[in-house]
């Protein structure tokens, strides 16, 4: 993980930045990926306030935290995002209640070649069962990134509606809605 160091009216050591990569290192198995992290370090008067900013690919935590000591202080904001980056995690990969308990459903898909189609006689090729399972949209943007599939089927946990999310040859979502 590159940390990024700012120092107000304090000067870091070498030291000080090993010390920070080391325990900053321990919150590298809760992101996928590291987008950014800064680590701001001030002192005012006989105070040392320590900001840290985590961004990941699906989340992002901060904290700050303000001792009379540089490493105590470096050790709440770390004990912060690491308390704050497990939640988010958690949030990601556990299910929020049991199957019997959402109201899930499975629709069958159906993938139909293309060369049955110009004949005007389509032919199934594959046939899959696909979860139906309430949440929002977000959760379903975030649920279709970390899988390989091109499609989400799923209930909108405000409207209680069947949509589709898509993924678009230029990388980005489409949503089905339907109308009744």
């Known amino acids: 993980m590159d940390l990024e ?9 070498e030291r000080d930045r090993a010390l920070a990569r080391k325990k900053f290192g321990r919150l590298a198995k809760y992101f996928n ?6 680590l701001t370090v001030s002192q005012e008067k006989h105070r040392v306030a320590v900001e840290a900013f985590i961004q990941g690919k699906d989340f992002e935590v901060a904290a700050k935290s303000e001792t009379p000591d540089w490493s105590s202080s ?11 980056a497990r939640r988010h995690k958690q949030k990601l990969t556990r299910p929020k209640r049991e199957r019997a308990d959402r109201g899930e459903t499975t629709w ?5 070649e293309r060369e049955s189609v110009r004949k005007g006689e389509p032919k199934v090729v594959e046939t899959r069962h696909v979860p139906v399972v309430p949440m929002t949209v977000d959760e379903a943007a975030l649920q279709l990134e970390g899988s390989s599939d091109d499609f989400i089927v799923f209930r909108e946990a405000n409207s209680d509606r069947i949509n589709v999310l898509y993924r678009r040859r230029d990388q980005t979502y489409g949503l089905v809605t339907p109308e009744f």
Do not use: C
């Open 5 to 13: 160091f700012i120092a107000r009216n304090v000067e870091l050591s």
């Open 33 to 38: 990926a590291v987008l950014e992290s800064r």
């Open 74 to 84: 470096l050790q709440e904001v770390v004990g912060k995002l690491e308390e704050q």
């Open 108 to 112: 069958s898909v159906s993938v139909v």
